[in-house]
């Protein structure tokens, strides 16, 4: 099991690689794609067993090339593609280059495939998708499990995505800084997706937020200067560190004030604070670091009743200046009724009465001020309500036990 797993790790680490070796020689993105999965495959079953080459990603790049080249030549005449196919290859295309050949596929390959995966002209959907797939390694049926889709569907919409960039050149875009955002979105998105579930019966999907931890450790060590990289990694790591403490032994939604927090990961948490520390010296600190930052308070702070609500809210306020969205409001609501009392909380929370994009949160946390001000009926008519509008099981039976207790 132990051997299994180094492989899917070592695998993941070069296919950005082995893609980027492939696209940068041949053109295609969506075959070059397409041979590099089937070469990640074939090894995932030879490599366990027979053992690792001594040269993985060579043997990757020789592999995927072959079936590459095979793909090309069934499209049209043979003797066309295997002239084309001859003219494009160089002689050592299938050994090892020399360290430090300006030939030889660099890491430096992930953060372009990032770049090119969160083109503009894809939707967040296709962005996470074929991030997960091109930049991640992941097959089109572990993407589906992870977002609980049938693996046609999933199929379809990274078939989609390639299409839709077909014909788009690998390299750093111009202007690449004002893509990071995106790419970065993305990574996020794919990281609260594994650290709550939007749906299904698990609360966590643990392999998503670890592969965006990974991918976003990689895209840090090519960016080191970027602030808000290095405070989206430091946010997942301090987010993250509480896994282990989140779910009770049912897999029930464990709240935040109620963790056993001898349980957190001690080691992530001390990452963590040192990367928010260098991701708020720069000077202005963007959404990402002050996420982090909020997160480091809460992480630092041994008890509930000893967390600094005062500086979360001072950090919230500044957070929402910039994303002033109805998650990030929600989230200050909290801080304003651990601060100023749950009534002041709940006048903000008026303010976003009828954004779809609160969605059942606004009656969570609306349950949660009410409940604490005092007024039982009108919070589990605000739990109920919550738990009828979400799709994740173990948050609707935590609404639903709130909703109950408050009853009984």
Not at 48 to 64: M, Q, Y
Not at 234 to 248: F, K, P, Y
Not at 351 to 379: F, I, K, S, T
């Amino acid at each position: 099991m132990r051997a299994t797993t180094e492989v899917e790790d070592l695998l993941r680490r070069h296919a950005p690689q082995v893609l980027g070796a492939l696209v940068r020689r041949y053109g295609h993105f969506d075959a070059a794609e397409d041979a590099t999965q089937e070469a990640l495959l074939a090894a995932a079953g030879q490599w366990p067993g027979r053992g690792v080459p001594d040269n993985p990603r060579g043997w990757l790049i020789k592999v995927a090339s072959r079936r590459l080249v095979d793909a090309l030549r069934a499209e049209e005449a043979r003797r066309l593609r295997e002239e084309k196919a001859a003219a494009l290859t160089p002689r050592d295309a299938f050994t090892a280059p020399p360290p430090g050949a300006d030939r030889a596929p660099s890491q430096d390959d992930t953060l372009t495939l990032l770049f090119l995966c969160c083109h503009p002209a894809l939707s967040p959907a296709a962005q996470i998708a074929l991030t997960l797939r091109a930049v991640g390694g992941l097959t089109t049926a572990e993407i589906a499990r992870a977002y609980l889709v049938p693996e046609a569907t999933m199929a379809q919409r990274i078939s989609r995505a390639k299409q839709r960039i077909r014909g788009v050149g690998l390299g750093r875009p111009d202007h690449w800084e004002e893509r990071l955002p995106a790419v970065l979105h993305t990574l996020y998105l794919i990281f609260n997706e594994g650290y709550t579930a939007t749906s299904g019966t698990a609360l966590q999907r643990s392999e998503l937020a670890h592969e965006a931890i990974r991918l976003t450790r990689t895209v840090r060590q090519l960016l080191p200067g970027e602030g808000e990289v290095t405070g989206l990694l430091a946010l997942m790591l301090l987010t993250d560190a509480r896994r282990a403490a989140r779910t009770g032994p049912h897999g029930e939604l464990v709240p935040l004030d109620e963790q056993d927090r001898t349980r957190w990961d001690g080691a992530a948490i001390e990452e963590g604070v040192a990367l928010v520390t260098e991701a708020l010296a720069p000077g202005r600190a963007g959404p990402y670091a002050l996420r982090a930052a909020i997160a480091a308070v809460h992480d630092e702070a041994p008890t509930p009743r000893e967390t600094d609500w005062a500086e979360i809210l001072g950090l919230y306020d500044l957070l929402v200046r910039q994303v002033p969205g109805p998650v990030e409001h929600l989230n200050r609501a909290v801080a304003v009724a651990m601060v100023h009392g749950p009534r002041a909380a709940l006048v903000e929370l008026d303010r976003l009465e009828g954004d779809p994009a609160a969605g059942y949160r606004l009656d969570a946390v609306r349950g949660h001020l009410l409940e604490r001000a005092g007024d039982l009926d009108a919070a589990r008519e605000a739990y109920a309500s919550a738990a009828a509008r979400t799709l994740s099981l173990p948050e609707r039976r935590y609404l639903e036990v709130r909703a109950a207790r408050l009853r009984a």
